[in-house]
């Protein structure tokens, strides 16, 4: 059954520092988003991407972050200068498309963000 | 963001029994619902999901109930398993921005 991966599953940075968390999507699949979980907090929508654009971004994904597609497969987000409130669980997932009840989106199985 | 609520942060059942999970939500303009359970070091995982126009949908021992007029909707189990035990989140979803609202989970501890 096709699934989203994610790597790595965990990642260690200094404050300060550039990470990139890379996540493979389901290969059909048009729609992209990132989602993050703070320890003991809920999960929290980051960012949507379709068709090679920000489809619809949150408070939280501000001009530090961004998200790319380099290549056709991989989705990335990218964080310039990492600070400690980022430390947290981020999530991938794909959808087929966007249009209610006729598709869901599937998860990755997460980075784990440590900002040291 | 209080949007999606999950009052319950534990439920612990027995073997066989039903679980009940609930979930409250305040914007009325939500498109559709949706239940993911979530292993421990793992992704949230698609259980089932209910559109706004439908009050019941079942799939084998899962069905979700959802009251609109109270803004409620709930997750029945039966009969549950120890190998259901994990966290719950009740999701929803704008129809406009695709984005999921999630609630904050209710662990579920069913006990052989």
């Known amino acids: 059954e096709p699934e989203v991966t994610q790597t790595p599953s965990h990642q260690v940075t200094q404050m300060g520092q550039e990470v990139i968390l890379r996540c493979v999507p389901i290969?059909?699949?048009?729609?992209f988003y990132w989602y993050r979980q703070i320890l003991g907090q809920k999960v929290e929508f980051l960012v949507s991407?379709?068709?090679?654009?920000?489809?619809?971004k949150s408070e939280i994904f501000d001009d530090q972050f961004s998200v790319e597609r380099p290549d056709g497969s991989n989705f990335t987000l990218k964080i310039r200068s990492t600070k400690l409130e980022d430390s947290a669980m981020y999530f991938c997932?794909?959808?087929?498309?966007?249009?209610?009840?006729?598709?869901?989106?599937?998860f990755g199985p997460g980075t784990r963000l440590t900002v040291l | 963001d209080q949007q999606v609520k999950q009052n319950s942060p534990s439920l612990s059942v027995q073997e066989g029994r039903i679980s009940i999970l609930n979930c409250d939500y305040t914007?009325?303009?939500?498109?559709?619902f949706l239940w993911y359970k979530k292993y421990p070091a793992e992704g949230p995982t698609f259980l089932i999901s209910?559109?706004?126009?439908?009050d019941k949908n079942e799939d084998g021992r899962f069905t979700v109930f959802l009251n609109k007029s109270a803004k409620h909707l709930s997750l029945h189990i039966v009969p549950s398993q120890p190998g259901d035990s994990a966290v719950y989140f009740c999701?929803?979803?704008?129809?406009?921005?695709?984005?999921?609202?999630f609630g904050q989970g209710t662990e579920l501890s069913v006990k052989p």
């Open positions: 997932a794909s959808t087929f498309r966007r249009i209610v009840g006729t598709d869901t989106q599937y």
């Open positions: 290969s059909n699949h048009l729609y």
């Open positions: 991407f379709y068709n090679n654009e920000i489809s619809e």
């Open positions: 914007n009325s303009m939500f498109d559709y």
């Open positions: 209910i559109s706004s126009i439908k």
């Open positions: 999701a929803a979803l704008y129809n406009q921005g695709g984005k999921l609202i």
